[in-house]
């Protein structure tokens, strides 16, 4: 249970999502519109809207906000029906991509996220395309402050997860889906909050992006989180810390 370099690229494109608050927002309040519409506004039976409620949370998100988005959902206000609907495709440099997305409207967003594959140097596939190169996990998220790495490691093995990786400021624990839940509650009795908690696509084959490669692949995933629709981009790039600190500046 080690290793440095498998979030890397997550939290590099976490930095990037942190400066697009309202768009931050209003997917979460998406998907506390679905869990709400799904299994209803007790968050004490709706393990779905408990998590969504949290990561609301740890972006700060309005509490107001929140209140509305549960209103929503519940049907004390007019709203629209969203689907879940994953694209595919690879990015430039053989990059493979997932896009999560929940939509009103699934003809608009599959015209869009292809739009901006091709004008990116990039191509949506069909489902299943690229989804064998990442594992679905629980991911939960805490900053090294909250414990070292030998006690980390001991409560997660305990809690019954799978692996934990510390990288230079978080420990990413990561196990089954089907245990996301208990590990993630066992943690929380432990350390409190998580930075943050999901169920997660982690690559399991990595595509290494030079420099040529790299600006307009980040260019793509920018578009693709640009959209509306779109609540998560999930790539398997690796890139050199020296090609992240130039585009980074």
């Excluded at 495709?89 to 901006?116: F, Q, W």
């Excluded at 432990?190 to 595509?207: E, H, Q, V, Y």
């Excluded at 959209?227 to 790539?235: G, P, R």
Aim: proline share 2%.
């Amino acid at each position: 249970m080690a290793g440095h370099s498998q979030f890397k690229n997550i939290m590099f494109r976490k930095g990037a999502q942190d400066k697009k608050r309202a768009k931050i927002f209003n997917r979460i309040s998406r998907e506390i519109i679905v869990a709400v519409k799904a299994s209803g506004a007790d968050v004490g039976s709706n393990p779905r809207l408990r998590l969504a409620i949290q990561n609301a949370r740890a972006e700060n998100m309005p509490k107001d906000k929140v209140e509305n988005a549960i209103k929503k959902g519940s049907g004390t206000t007019d709203t629209d029906n969203y689907d879940a609907i994953r694209y595919e495709g690879y990015g430039p440099g053989g990059v493979a991509i997932l896009v999560e997305t929940l939509t009103d409207n699934k003809n608009r967003t599959a015209s869009e996220v292809r739009s901006a594959f091709t004008k990116h140097n990039g191509n949506m596939g069909e489902s299943g395309s690229v989804a064998f190169m990442f594992n679905r996990v629980g991911l939960v998220v805490y900053p090294l402050s909250v414990a070292g790495e030998e006690a980390m490691l001991e409560a997660a093995i305990e809690a019954g997860a799978d692996n934990v990786e510390s990288d230079a400021d978080y420990h990413n624990v990561t196990c089954a889906p089907d245990d996301f839940g208990a590990v993630r509650e066992a943690l929380e009795k432990t350390f409190g909050d998580a930075k943050s908690a999901k169920l997660a696509w982690i690559p399991n084959i990595t595509a290494n992006v030079d420099e040529a490669n790299a600006h307009t692949l980040l260019k793509l995933i920018d578009v693709l989180e640009d959209n509306d629709d779109v609540q998560e981009v999930i790539a398997n790039f690796e890139m050199d810390e020296s090609v992240m600190q130039k585009l980074s500046a």
